[in-house]
């Protein structure tokens, strides 16, 4: 069966960097759109980033663009999410998605937590 | 940018209810819409896809309807586990979800 999982999130100070990783399993992974969206504290989803299987095309919110880099490992099953200079406002749990095609996320991954604090 | 527009925020029913959430899009999205549900330190679920589609295991009380700007998911006798946050989710234009409604039960 699918299962997707995140790690990589701690405690972290402002405009230091961290990278995020999805170990996907039950799928060919290289078939599939990833994403990763995040929830802040007391907020909702937000979408952040997708990635295409070959890993060819990427996407970024416009709030993230610049900082974040998203890019797989398809012979390791993996995903990853590269933050640069955090700040407060990225402090979230990140999940990861598998996508399918780019219409929707059917799995998501049980998150990780990136604190933001000084 | 295509702002998901939920309404309510939070609602309180009983069990046995039906129940029903809307979603507003900032433009047409046609049937570019999905439905999810997030339950506390769960990751969130697929429940609705393409605006009616049911995902495969989700139980049939769920339904989802709406095209163009206007979206609704309806849960026809609300039970105690469908206890969560909803939300809504367009694909015409990247990605962009709701600010979610909070359900709980009377």
């Known amino acids: 069966q699918v299962q997707l999982v995140d790690s990589g999130g701690r405690l972290v100070k402002p405009g230091e960097s961290l990278r995020l990783t999805c170990a996907a399993s039950g799928f060919r992974f290289s078939d599939y759109y990833m994403s990763w969206i995040r929830q802040a504290p007391g907020k909702g989803l937000e979408w952040v980033s997708s990635i295409s299987g070959s890993g060819s095309t990427k996407y970024y919110v416009d709030s993230v663009r610049g900082r974040f880099t998203v890019s797989r490992d398809n012979a390791k099953n993996s995903l990853y999410l590269q933050i640069n200079s955090l700040r407060g406002e990225d402090t979230a749990i990140y999940y990861c998605?598998?996508?399918?095609?780019?219409?929707?996320?059917?799995?998501w991954g049980q998150g990780s937590l990136v604190t933001v604090s000084s | 940018d295509i702002q998901m527009t939920q309404s309510p925020s939070s609602l309180s029913a009983s069990v046995g209810d039906r129940v029903t959430i809307t979603c507003q899009a900032s433009q047409g999205i046609s049937n570019y819409l999905n439905w999810y549900q997030h339950k506390p330190g769960k990751a969130p679920k697929l429940l609705i896809y393409?605006?009616?589609y049911l995902e495969a295991g989700v139980p049939s009380r769920f339904s989802g309807s709406g095209s163009g700007t206007f979206f609704t998911l309806t849960i026809s006798g609300l039970q105690p586990e469908d206890i969560a946050t909803y939300y809504c989710?367009?694909?015409?234009?990247?990605?962009?979800f709701g600010q979610g409604t909070k359900l709980e039960i009377k």
């Open positions: 989710q367009q694909f015409d234009t990247l990605y962009s």
């Open positions: 393409d605006a009616s």
């Open positions: 998605a598998k996508g399918w095609g780019e219409r929707r996320f059917d799995y």
